[in-house]
């Protein structure tokens, strides 16, 4: 779908990075292009383009998918670790960020770069002692470091470059601030969660048609691929809680409103207040003419389900969009007849052998009410043990490989009959 002008980006415009969960690169890809923005660049974890500010902007505000939005600063190729400290004084970080402000720096290797440097830790000291000295000899006090709760974020990330025999590497300024999944309204929160972007991504993988097929989580635990679902049946922005808080209370959630090239621009200012109040108008109206619709959600749990209400009440949402039932999904029949969508998100365990067994009878029994109760639903199981999928006597019709942190799961799917 993306053209072939990735390999010759525009220079006269900006370069920015959206990051997303490993194994959503694709789908972020689609959405960053129907925002017009055809100079797109796919790498692992996420996705490099070229846009006007504001459009980057629309993204950091519209996407379901990406974690953070990031500004490149710079790029060069380096050879060792030296060259970080000679390329990144030469940038004019004074018109980046004020000495006042402060600063921590994030860096992110490839695998062929993390054979070569081993310790990210010590190439983001080079690059803070880089912008030390460059305040510093600007006759400036040096910013201070602030790993948990800086004003300004920077990426620094390194790849091997295509000869092999040097590394291309970039300094990104982080737009968002906090990460974008982070929609506002999950208060409560289990352990290891799906993030809500990744929940999302699940939910754009299911080919499920909004307008004709029910929605079902077998597994709700606390509603966020529920909520997702119905974020996306409403075409409501996933920042929509943020924009609102914005708005009305003059909330500032998002980094880039303290960056000086925002507070400089008076036109970027003018085209975010404009893109903010459209945004602000659709989504309340969105909100208040949500379309009639049912989503279902069932958790043995009832503790589960609490939590479930207790977000969609922070989300804004309708309560009669969603009925909640304590059941076993093992045994729960589909709320009504299909054509539909059911997804599960089982729990995953901690690999010890008994809980394991417990895991595989679950698996089998929960595929074997899919098999006899829910014909003419597709069926979509999210597990972070994926040779569990060999106790469900159904035959898998596809697999995505996605990941949740750092851990490897698979998304699969069954056509039922």
């Known amino acids: 779908m993306i053209d072939d002008k ?15 969960p ?18 797109t660049y796919l790498k692992n974890g996420g996705v490099l383009f070229k846009s006007s500010y504001i459009k980057a902007l629309r993204v950091l505000l519209t996407s379901r998918i990406a974690s953070r939005v990031h500004e490149q600063v710079a790029q060069f190729a380096i050879k060792i670790e030296k060259d970080i400290y000679l390329q990144g004084i030469k940038i004019n970080w004074t018109k980046i960020f004020k000495v006042e402000q402060t600063f921590k720096i994030n860096t992110l290797l490839d695998r062929d ?18 912008i030390a000295d460059q305040f510093r000899s600007l006759k400036f006090e040096r910013p201070d470091v602030d790993t948990r709760n800086a004003d300004i974020s920077l990426l620094l990330r390194i790849e091997v470059a295509p000869n092999h025999n040097e590394f ?15 929609r506002g309204y999950r208060k409560s929160r289990f352990t290891a969660p799906l993030r809500e972007n990744l929940a999302a991504g699940i939910v754009m ?19 966020t691929l529920l909520i997702e679902a119905a974020l996306i049946k409403g075409d409501i922005p996933p920042s929509y809680l943020k924009i609102i808080s914005y708005t009305e209370k003059n909330i500032k959630p998002w980094a880039f409103l303290y960056h000086s090239k925002f507070l400089a621009d008076i036109r970027i200012q003018a085209e975010f207040k404009n893109l903010i109040q459209q945004l602000y108008t659709e989504s309340r109206n969105k909100l208040i003419k949500f379309k009639n619709t049912k989503f279902y959600g069932f958790d043995i749990d009832p503790k589960a ?35 539909g969508v059911v997804v599960c998100n089982p729990p995953y365990g901690e690999r010890m052998d008994e809980e394991l067994e417990d895991l595989k009878i679950l698996y089998h029994e929960y595929g074997e009410n899919l098999k006899k109760n829910w014909k003419n639903y597709k069926a979509y199981l999210f597990t972070g043990i994926p040779e569990l999928r060999k106790n469900i006597s159904l035959q898998t019709s596809k697999r995505i490989q996605l990941y949740n942190g750092n851990i490897e799961c698979r998304l699969f799917r069954y056509n039922l009959f």
């Not at 690169?25 to 925002?35: A, F, P, S, T």
């Not at 770069?113 to 880089?130: G, M, P, V, W, Y």
């Not at 291309?168 to 982070?182: K, M, Q, R, V």
Request: glycine share 4%; hydrophobic share 35%.
């Open 6 to 20: 990735k390999n010759s980006l525009k220079k006269d415009l900006p370069t920015f990075f959206a990051s997303c």
């Open 22 to 39: 490993r194994g959503l690169e694709e789908l972020l890809e689609k959405e960053i292009y129907n925002q017009s923005i055809t100079e």
């Open 168 to 182: 291309s590497t970039y300094i990104f300024l982080d737009l968002a601030g906090e990460p974008l999944s982070n």
């Open 205 to 223: 993988h299911t080919d499920w048609q909004p307008e004709k097929e029910a929605f079902v989580d077998s597994m709700c635990g606390s509603g």
């Open 305 to 339: 389900l609490e939590i479930t209400k207790e977000n969609i009440s922070n989300a804004r949402l309708p309560e009669t969009l969603f009925e909640l039932k304590k059941i076993d999904a093992t045994v729960a029949p589909p709320p009504v007849s299909g054509p």
């Open 113 to 130: 770069s993390s054979d070569r440097f081993k310790n990210s830790l010590i190439l983001s000291q080079i690059l803070k002692d880089a």
